[in-house]
T-cell receptor, first 114, second 112 residues
């Protein structure tokens, strides 16, 4: 079955550590996105990528980094520069030709900073 | 201009009742308005969507009503069931753009 796989589902991090969240899709979608979800704030865009080796900052990119070396993969690194990293992180994709808002989401990764 | 305002923040409905969630937007360039359903610990899933050239779209028990002049749209869940208990997000996007703007979400609880 096609879909988006995010790992790990739960992650604990000590302050000052970088962590990387994995996102893999087998939908053959070109566009991939990372969103952050906090209670009562909806989903906020961190980074997006339309094609391999290209990505753009979203609304809250500070303290995060991404790479897009393969079409299927779009990992997100939460760096120590992110001041409040505890959140639910969602990876999404979108097929070429579809409406921008027609997103397929993974099941998310919950990051907790200890 | 880029915001989508969603209300109410939470909603409790009796089984069999109608759940209504409202959203408002400012940017008239938005041309696609999806609704997403999210269960606890899961990612959101596209539920139903509408374009501004129609005033209503119905899929099963779920209906979107769209008022272009008022820049408002709403989700109606008819015959609400306990299995509908979830968080619902409205959203808006622009064709050819790269961003989808989400509302803050509504937590729906359907009492059995």
């Amino acid at each position: 079955d096609g879909g988006i796989t995010q790992s790990p589902k739960y992650l604990f991090r000590k302050e000052g550590q970088n962590v990387t969240l994995s996102c893999e899709q087998n939908l053959n979608h070109d566009a991939m996105y990372w969103y952050r979800q906090d209670p009562g704030q909806g989903l906020r865009l961190i980074y997006y990528s339309q094609i391999v080796n290209d990505f753009q900052k979203g609304d809250i990119a500070e303290g995060y980094s991404v790479s897009r070396e393969k079409k299927e993969s779009f990992p997100l690194t939460v760096t120590s520069a992110q001041k409040n990293p505890t959140a639910f992180y969602l990876c999404a994709s979108n097929r070429q030709g579809a409406n921008t808002g027609e997103l397929f989401f993974g099941e998310g990764s919950r990051l907790t900073v200890l | 201009q880029q915001q989508v305002k969603q209300s109410p923040q939470s909603l409790i409905v009796q089984k069999g009742g109608i759940s209504i969630i409202n959203c408002a937007y400012e940017n008239t360039a938005f041309d696609y308005f999806p609704w997403y359903q999210q269960f606890p610990g899961k990612g959101p899933a596209l539920l139903i969507a509408i374009r501004p050239d129609v005033s209503e779209k119905k899929e099963g028990r779920f209906t979107i009503s769209f008022n272009k002049s008022a820049k408002q749209f709403s989700l109606h869940i008819m015959d609400s069931q306990p299995g509908d208990s979830a968080t619902y997000f409205c959203a808006a996007s622009i064709a050819g753009g790269f961003k989808t703007i989400f509302g803050a979400g509504t937590r729906l609880f359907v009492k059995a």
